[in-house]
């Protein structure tokens, strides 16, 4: 009837579930959630979505959401009003930064959460607390790749957007798997390679979806993606192939950078990595073809002890081709959630204010000193590795955290909930009692995406309004209210009535995002930052000049670091770990769908063919597997996407007995301290034959 029609309501959001950041209309009727429809005004996935950003949402009423504030009492959480729980922060963080100084208490941010609360918190960080100890998952991710683009290319992000990799003629993608992590993304891909011609290379060491369509895929040894992209680069350079217009007008450091590559022949590479030179000759001639070339990169890069470095050789192999400033060229880190480059851009990082400007530049601290009336500390703080680390060694008594369930996806969570266990006091706030809410001494109930307004920025740095479906559930609430409920009760005085005008303060403050506004991101309308006062976007970077005061890029000579081996024989096994397309992440939403539940229950670990003839394995096997940090236990299915040795176990599970990050170390990058995720040796012990 038409009375039943007309309590149906549409409203527009932004998927939360990867980079790709798709846009459709949840159609609601009261609480329900009827179905997810995809419009082809969506700027980014038109009317495709993947089956997280259809299936993916039955968590929202899920009845295990956190409605009230817990307080912790002994080894249990009591229910409390929010006044109370407030009040007890309010005292217990004063009192810590009273007790051992504002550098004793880190704040992590969440990726999944918006611009604005990012934003505000980092403001609550700095200028409540004085403490520039404030960061964000990209530490477990993308801080590699952020790092080698600064270095290179100097802004942090994407070079264009996914129709300009589409636009590509030739795609290489190196330790990623669009097809499962950014599916959206992978079918512009797909279709791109299938029916324009577009050239397709892998480098992987298992053979993923995208691996088995592309036109080459390349197996080196683990940890070796260095030294390949620098011997190609060196071949190019050697075969007079360089872009040298492009280099003499807009690239510094040339001949000190092709010094630095002496070492890296094709036949070292060949020898180091394990590929066969018809395969390092044959990927520099593609490239040398091929009028326009990007490169997509992910954790496969990125989760090594090198992975700055080797970030770094991808850059300096595109600038010494002319690959920048035009569409179908350029860098690509595919950020994991939907919110990992807005949480970075919008200052959660210890040593950048929004906008990535540099916390001990004293004309920025100025202008930022002025705006929010108060000092603010000049060196940069504790990442969350430092953080971790600094609970290890008692400088660190607080920790302040929302939407992250970091003792699950840190590496080594045996170690990080045994820190968790020596806080003095410990906030989290989240949508669920996360396996890290646990350990807290107060969780504050928040409220997902589809409760609140807010911004997202996309991998391609689109920044994308999403509205409010529903009212928050029971008592929680938007997590930009709550960090302002706190900081008004540390005296902050702040009086934000709506998101749109934390933005409006960030626009006003930070130069890259002067032209942004509610206004001008209305409905379907999106800006890709760095957006000019007059709210005109920029799409592809580097067009004229590269983000470095002469306008000119720097090549930047790297080394290789070998990845970190367990030094003891019996850990005989490669250990790699990664993405499923049906899960998000740690599992705590996904695996509250009943549809995607009932398709994928759990966890597997991947076995080659000859490692299961070798030790007896089948589908379905139970093993056990030990690394020196701890083990897990799961069933094994046998496929030829892995080879001889090397494992693969995918992270999204919700049973801790399964969980990767129960056998990963506290190694890392030494740039970032992006932990070495990627970098495990480990053993097998069959438990009970299938
Ligand atoms: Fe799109 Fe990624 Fe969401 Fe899938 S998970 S619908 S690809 S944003």
Redo the contacts with the bound molecule.
């Keep these: 009837s038409a009375m039943r029609k007309s309590r149906i309501k549409r409203t527009k959001t932004?998927?939360?579930?990867?980079?790709?950041?798709?846009s459709?209309e949840v159609w609601t009727k009261d609480r329900h959630i009827l179905k997810i429809e995809?419009t082809v005004d969506a700027p980014?996935?038109g009317v495709?979505?993947?089956?997280?950003?259809?299936w993916?949402w039955d968590f929202v009423n899920s009845p295990e959401r956190l409605t009230k504030p817990l307080i912790r009492r002994g080894d249990t959480f009591v229910e409390s009003s929010w006044d109370e729980a407030l009040d007890l922060i309010a005292s217990k963080l004063g009192e810590v930064k009273n007790t051992y100084g504002p550098h004793s208490i880190g704040y992590i941010a969440s990726s999944k959460c918006s611009n604005e609360e990012n934003y505000i918190f980092q403001k609550f960080a700095r200028s409540v607390m004085q403490s520039n100890n404030v960061d964000n998952c990209s530490r477990y991710c993308q801080s590699p790749a952020t790092a080698g683009l600064l270095r290179t290319v100097g802004l942090g992000g994407d070079t264009g957007t996914m129709h300009d990799i589409a636009s590509s003629e030739l795609v290489i993608i190196v330790g990623a798997n669009p097809a499962e992590s950014?599916?959206?993304?992978a079918t512009r891909i797909k279709r791109a390679h299938k029916l324009h011609g577009q050239k397709l290379v892998v480098a992987d060491i298992r053979k993923n979806e995208m691996a088995q369509r592309a036109d080459l895929h390349i197996h080196p040894k683990p940890g070796t993606d260095l030294i390949w992209l620098s011997a190609v680069t060196k071949y190019i350079i050697d075969q007079g192939w360089q872009a040298d217009e492009f280099i003499a007008q807009r690239v510094n450091g040339y001949a000190e950078y092709v010094a630095s590559l002496s070492k890296f022949t094709m036949e070292y590479a060949s020898e180091m990595t394990g590929l066969s030179m018809e395969e390092l000759i044959g990927l520099a001639t593609l490239i040398h073809e091929s009028g326009s070339t990007c490169i997509l990169w992910a954790m496969g890069v990125t989760q090594h002890m090198g992975a700055t470095d080797t970030s770094t050789a991808i850059c300096n192999l595109l600038l010494i081709t002319g690959n920048f400033g035009r569409s179908g060229t350029g860098a690509y880190p595919l950020r994991g959630h939907?919110n990992v480059q807005g949480a970075c851009d919008f200052g959660t990082m210890p040593a950048y204010f929004p906008g990535y400007e540099f916390v001990k530049d004293e004309a920025v601290r100025a202008r930022y000193e002025q705006a929010w009336n108060t000092k603010l500390p000049e060196e940069p703080g504790y990442d969350n590795h430092q953080m971790v680390d600094g609970i290890q060694n008692g400088d660190l008594k607080g920790l302040y955290l929302f939407g992250e369930d970091m003792a699950f996806v840190d590496s080594n969570s045996n170690f990080v909930e045994e820190m968790f266990e020596k806080l003095e006091f410990f906030v989290v706030q989240d949508v669920f009692l996360t396996r890290t809410a646990q350990f807290a001494d107060v969780v504050l109930p928040a409220a997902p995406s589809l409760e609140k307004d807010g911004t997202f920025t996309?991998t391609e740095k689109r920044i994308q309004r999403f509205y409010k479906v529903f009212e928050p559930m029971g008592q929680s609430k938007p997590d930009w209210m709550i960090i302002q409920e706190v900081a008004n009760r540390m005296g902050a005085g702040w009086n934000y009535t709506h998101p749109s005008e934390i933005m409006a303060e960030a626009a006003r403050l930070a130069p890259m995002f002067a032209g942004v506004s509610y206004e001008r991101l209305e409905g379907w309308n999106t800006q890709v930052w760095p957006v000019h006062p007059d709210g005109q976007g920029t799409p592809i970077l580097y067009e004229d000049k590269f983000a470095f005061p002469d306008g000119k890029a720097r090549l930047y000579p790297v080394d290789w670091t070998p990845p970190f081996v367990v030094d003891d024989p019996s850990f005989d096994l490669h250990l790699n770990n990664g993405r499923i397309l049906e899960h998000?992440h740690e599992g705590n939403l996904t695996y509250r769908s009943e549809a995607i539940k009932h398709k994928v229950p759990g966890a597997w670990l991947e076995v080659s063919p000859e490692l299961a003839a070798e030790r007896g394995l089948e589908d379905g096997t139970k093993v056990r597997l030990t690394s020196p940090y701890g083990q897990v236990k799961v069933s094994v299915i046998v496929t030829d996407r892995v080879k001889g040795k090397e494992l693969y176990l995918p992270m999204n599970t919700m049973d801790e007995n399964e969980a990767v990050n129960r056998l990963t170390s506290s190694y890392y990058d030494k740039h970032t301290h992006t932990p070495n995720y990627k970098e495990m040796n480990v053993k097998m012990e069959v438990l009970e034959p299938k």
């Design positions: 932004v998927c939360t579930f990867c980079g790709v950041g798709c459709f995809p980014v996935n495709s979505t993947c089956v997280k950003g259809k993916g950014h599916p959206v993304l939907n996309n998000f």
